[in-house]
């Protein structure tokens, strides 16, 4: 990485201090919710309407992790989903598309990536050592480059020329 991709970086991370991460978890307590007002079925449901608007297609099989939220302008910006099954690891992401294209897709795929860690932890132990799958199906070509050179993902299946399933 050069000094200018650096600096970019560090740039793009002080002035994205008004977009938080917020775990979401519909059964139990939100306190982060709390102290900023939000109801979390309200963002829940305007998380769901921006994927849809981007053509991000939430399965039943995924539940929504996390919000993406812009305290500047108190409402829901962006969501993580991921799978809820025990066999393998997905996640989608989505971005309302004004906010897009500002770096802030790193704070909803680190946070996938964690769960992803946690998830594996607790896979391994049950199946001897194994890893558990991790397969991401992308749309969008700019967020497969940044699973690719950022994250480490590789194509592992191309579906259309804007579609990919991957895999890290």
């Known amino acids: 990485?050069?000094?200018?991709?650096?600096?970019?970086?560090?740039?793009?991370?002080?002035?994205?201090?008004?977009?938080?991460?917020l775990p979401y978890d519909s059964d139990g307590?939100?306190?982060e919710y709390d102290e900023l007002g939000i109801d979390k079925y309200e963002v829940s449901d305007q998380v769901e309407k921006i994927a849809k608007s981007l053509g991000v297609n939430i399965l039943s099989d995924?539940?929504?992790a996390g919000i993406l939220y812009d305290t500047d302008t108190s409402q829901a910006i962006g969501g993580l989903w991921v799978?809820?099954?025990n066999y393998?690891?997905?996640f989608d992401i989505a971005i309302a598309k004004e906010y897009q294209n500002?770096?802030?897709?790193y704070k909803l795929i680190d946070n996938a990536i964690d769960i992803y860690n946690y998830q594996n932890m607790a896979y391994s132990e049950m199946n001897k050592g194994k890893k558990l799958p991790m397969k991401v199906d992308v749309i969008n070509?700019?967020?497969a480059n940044i699973l690719k050179t950022k994250y480490g993902f590789r194509v592992i299946k191309?579906?259309?020329s804007t579609r990919a399933l991957m895999s890290k």
Request: glycine share 2%; charged share 30%; hydrophobic share 35%.
């Open 1 to 21: 990485m050069n000094l200018e991709s650096i600096i970019k970086e560090e740039v793009s991370k002080f002035l994205n201090e008004s977009y938080e991460y």
């Open 29 to 31: 307590d939100n306190y």
């Open 62 to 64: 995924k539940f929504l």
């Open 83 to 85: 799978s809820n099954d």
């Open 88 to 90: 393998s690891f997905s």
């Open 102 to 105: 500002k770096g802030l897709s």
């Open 141 to 143: 070509p700019l967020l």
């Open 158 to 160: 191309r579906i259309s």
